[in-house]
Nanobody
Framework: QVQLVESGGGLVQAGGSLRLSCAAS????????LGWFRQAPGKEREFVAT????????AYADSVRGRFTISGDNAKNTVFLQMNSLKPEDTAVYYC??????????????????WGQGTRVTVSS
């Protein structure tokens, strides 16, 4: 059974930092692209960041570029999202997702095969 489990969310003041983790079981991140998405209340799920596990290529949404960093730990089969200089508009439920093996990076949530349950991030002003 495939599971992606996010952790690390919480309440933080504007300007603060959080580090989200996504650990996989029943699935290897090798040769996959991984993504972080977020969904704020009343809004559609939106792309945040993606990484190609094997080569390490990354891409970011304009709204988070320079503040967020996606990375992975191959030994732990875990992907991270380091979030710095957080803003109230970053408040959302954050999800990690995995694409099928050998699929390239994508910003479209519809193209991801597996999803975690989400972790809530709240940034107060």
């Amino acid at each position: 059974q495939v599971q992606l489990v996010e952790s690390g969310g919480g309440l933080v003041q504007a300007g603060g930092s959080l580090r989200l983790s996504c650990a996989a079981s029943g699935l290897s991140f090798s040769r996959r692209a991984l993504g972080w998405f977020r969904q704020a209340p009343g809004k559609e799920r939106e792309f945040v960041a993606t990484i190609s596990w094997s080569v390490g290529d990354t891409a970011y949404a304009d709204s988070v570029r320079g503040r967020f960093t996606i990375s992975g730990d191959n030994a732990k089969n875990t992907v991270f999202l380091q979030m710095n200089s957080l803003k109230p508009e970053d408040t959302a439920v954050y999800y990690c997702a995995a694409r099928p093996v050998f699929a390239v990076q994508s910003v479209s949530p519809q193209e991801y095969e597996y999803w975690g349950q989400g972790t809530r991030v709240t940034v107060s002003s």
